[in-house]
């Protein structure tokens, strides 16, 4: 009587992406904590996929006591070069199937401070993968940002907003907190003026609401010394002493003195950095990650 051996026969179709993911990952960190970190998966998620794929296969892959991994079996040094190879060919054939759909333009909005080195590099890593893209950027201030994203001239924008904010959309998150700092070219007392001279943006910028509501607080008289839109010329009209200003931390130069709670300035709270992607697409999600990453780093 013929055996009939095609209950025994494996042919793979149980096993999943994510399984030889978190098989690959796991064993090229050596662990699974690092793993989850670049996964964005928990340890607990990891070790399931891998217990399901070893379940499918039907024997051990990695090497576990008490916990800790110990390494790779005989059979899962024999899988991790094959499924980097699967996942390799995987990532190359979704690029040239969305590659088409890649081919278009991003019109963003950034504050007239943002650190071109970061949006450099942001640009930078996304055109490598899809030279086609077309990047159009606009730099004022977040109100005029704001306008424009509503005017749908911009598909998306990053503006200031109080740090604290609740954000209660999807479309929008925090991208950086940063300090707001009263700046001087030296040493100035509050008490000592009689007046304020404000060096700061014109009427609608969310430092100027923040710099007047302040001093208004505390009812310090001011009157505005110099405005400009220009971060550059701020930061000189403030440099060559034409009064204080309040200030972003990644703003701040050598020429300027940081005036403290001795110098008898208000205290200020912190701002925020906040992407908003009214366009929704996969590629509008792709160049929104490439920005996260570059003010991660």
């Known amino acids: 009587m013929k055996q009939d051996i095609s209950t025994n026969r494996f042919d793979g179709r149980s096993i999943t992406l994510e399984q030889l993911r978190a098989f690959v990952f796991v064993a090229t960190h050596g662990g699974f904590a690092k793993a989850g970190e670049e996964l964005g998966r928990t340890q607990s998620t990891l070790s399931f996929s891998i217990k399901r794929l070893e379940n499918d296969?039907?024997?051990?892959?990695?090497?576990?006591?008490?916990?800790?991994?110990?390494?790779?079996?005989?059979?899962?040094?024999?899988?991790?070069?094959?499924?980097?190879?699967?996942?390799?060919?995987?990532?190359?054939?979704?690029?040239?199937?969305?590659k088409s759909q890649l081919r278009s333009k991003i019109a963003l909005g950034v504050p007239n401070d943002f650190s071109i080195t970061k949006l450099r590099k942001a640009i930078s890593w996304c055109l490598t993968e899809h030279p086609e893209l077309k990047i159009e950027i606009t730099a004022a201030s977040s109100p005029e940002l704001s306008a424009l994203l509503e005017k749908q001239q911009l598909d998306m924008t990053i503006t200031k907003e109080i740090a604290g904010k609740p954000i209660n959309t999807n479309d929008k998150s925090i991208l950086h907190v940063e300090l707001l700092y009263w700046v001087a070219s030296k040493a100035l007392y509050f008490s000592e003026l009689q007046e304020i001279p404000l060096v700061t943006f014109p009427k609608g910028c969310v430092i100027r609401q923040y710099a007047t509501k302040i001093l208004d607080?505390?009812?310090?008289?001011?009157?505005?010394?110099?405005?400009?839109?220009?971060?550059?010329?701020?930061?000189s009209a403030i440099a060559h002493g034409l009064g204080i200003g309040l200030l972003p931390h990644g703003t701040l130069t050598d020429d300027q003195c940081i005036l403290s709670t001795e110098h008898g300035v208000p205290s200020v709270p912190a701002i925020q950095l906040v992407l908003h992607v009214a366009?929704?697409?996969?590629?509008?999600?792709?160049?929104?990650?490439?920005?996260?990453?570059?003010l991660s780093e």
Do not use: W
């Open 279 to 294: 366009v929704q697409s996969d590629l509008h999600t792709l160049f929104a990650d490439y920005l996260r990453l570059s």
């Open 57 to 98: 296969i039907g024997c051990r892959l990695i090497d576990r006591r008490q916990g800790y991994i110990i390494g790779l079996t005989n059979e899962g040094k024999q899988l991790l070069p094959v499924a980097k190879e699967i996942l390799s060919r995987m990532t190359q054939a979704l690029q040239l199937v969305k």
């Open 217 to 235: 607080n505390v009812n310090k008289p001011y009157f505005f010394s110099y405005v400009s839109s220009s971060f550059e010329n701020i930061r």
